[in-house]
């Protein structure tokens, strides 16, 4: 069976462009007998009934292995060997991996420049950049473009990366629409919020607007006294 890799799928578009997506999809459904691993920042939306207009082959019909929740959720525990409804695994065919453990962090920045087989990035500012960055790729990657820069002109210092990255919000609103990014703006205001406070504050109504906002991976949910499902961007 031929095996077909896809990386940084994130880039073919967004939700408010999808024709390079729509065109991957069709070679997808037309292969059967390829085996397909797309690996993005988002997750794969194509099992959503609400995307049906946008993309030719769509919802849990048709694709049940990707009928998974927005947001990362804990996997459930089942004996080996067993499945799910239809014969599928209980974890689908969609696996959320979520944000890099502090020693994932580390080792990354350790291996990402090297010289004479030594990390040119030392401990401490590993152990700066790793703790800003609560696991995001993006963020770690942003941390060593920002070391080679100051390296040019001295030695970077640990007060150099207690710094925030405006690319990291040019990601997140980049695939948003219009009204999305009102509510985004509307709770960023707030330490916490659920879906109906969202919707309040931003005075957008549509719970498909306001539910659209946290179906990338930077954003947390928590179980709090504000209510049964809490958000935190």
């Not at 210092?157 to 509510?183: C, K």
């Amino acid at each position: 069976m031929p095996v077909v890799l896809l990386d940084t799928f994130e880039d073919t578009g967004d939700r408010t462009r999808r024709d390079l997506e729509r065109l991957v999809q069709r070679v997808v459904w037309l292969m059967p007998n390829a085996f397909f691993v797309i690996t993005s920042r988002s997750r794969l939306p194509w099992a959503d009934e609400s995307i049906q207009s946008q993309l030719d082959w769509t919802g849990p019909p048709a694709w049940p292995g990707l009928d998974t929740p927005s947001l990362p959720h804990p996997r459930p525990t089942v004996p080996a060997g067993s499945t799910g409804h239809g014969g599928r695994t209980a974890d689908g065919r969609q696996v959320l991996i979520g944000d890099f453990s502090q020693e994932d962090c580390e080792d990354y920045l350790a291996r990402q420049l090297t010289r004479d087989g030594q990390p040119l990035i030392e401990e401490p500012l590993r152990a700066v950049i790793t703790a800003r960055s609560h696991g995001l790729p993006l963020h770690l990657d942003l941390a060593v473009m920002l070391f080679l820069e100051i390296r040019r002109t001295r030695t970077p210092e640990p007060t150099d990366f207690d710094v925030d990255f405006p690319a990291l919000i040019a990601r997140t609103l980049s695939g948003l629409t219009p009204d999305e990014r009102d509510v985004l703006r509307s709770v960023s205001l707030l330490d916490a919020f659920d879906l109906p406070l969202a919707a309040q504050a931003s005075g957008h109504g549509l719970r498909s607007t306001v539910c659209g906002c946290w179906s990338g991976p930077s954003y947390g949910r928590t179980r709090s006294a504000c209510g049964p499902s809490t958000c935190t961007p």
